[in-house]
């Protein structure tokens, strides 16, 4: 798949975009090496902080599914000026399946730039940080 096709893909869910109170519609394609899409769209909520983004909801949508690694590009498609960059609790639950995930950020005019999420959350917290732990362990720390 091209990743002007991903990007068309992530741009038709912004309407299933469930958006009463930004009205800002954001769509978003998850690749999979092996070709598989996996989309979402934002999806908000009177309780304005239990919205959930297009870019999560996609990774959630792939990690049910039962794909928790291979993850090759990800598009994500808003309406407005601006490229529409993954925000900073999308970048790092992205960080835990795909740290080096190439990410496509498009605005509505269909232009895109391309940046690494290792380049958009440098020295990231992932699985790996969990490991080097040092010394006792107790029930407190
Ligand atoms: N939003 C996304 O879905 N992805 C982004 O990368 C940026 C922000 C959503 C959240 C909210 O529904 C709306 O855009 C305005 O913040």
Not at 97 to 118: E, H, T
Request: aromatic letters at 8%.
């Amino acid at each position: 798949m091209t990743d002007q096709e991903l990007i068309t893909r992530a741009v038709q869910m912004q309407d299933r975009s469930y958006v009463p109170y930004s009205h800002f519609p954001v769509g978003a394609a998850l690749l999979c090496e092996d070709g598989t899409v996996f989309t979402g769209c934002n999806v908000e909520n009177a309780a304005y902080g239990s919205t959930i983004c297009a870019e999560r909801t996609a990774l959630v949508k792939a990690v049910s599914e039962g794909r928790t690694s291979g993850f090759a590009a990800l598009a994500i498609a808003g309406r407005g000026e601006d490229f529409c960059w993954p925000c900073g609790a999308c970048r790092q639950m992205l960080y835990e399946f795909a740290p080096g995930l190439r990410i496509l950020a498009v605005r509505g005019d269909g232009a895109y730039r391309q940046a690494s999420l290792s380049e958009l959350l440098p020295s990231g917290f992932g699985p790996a940080s969990l490991k080097k732990q040092r010394g006792e362990k107790s029930n407190r720390v």
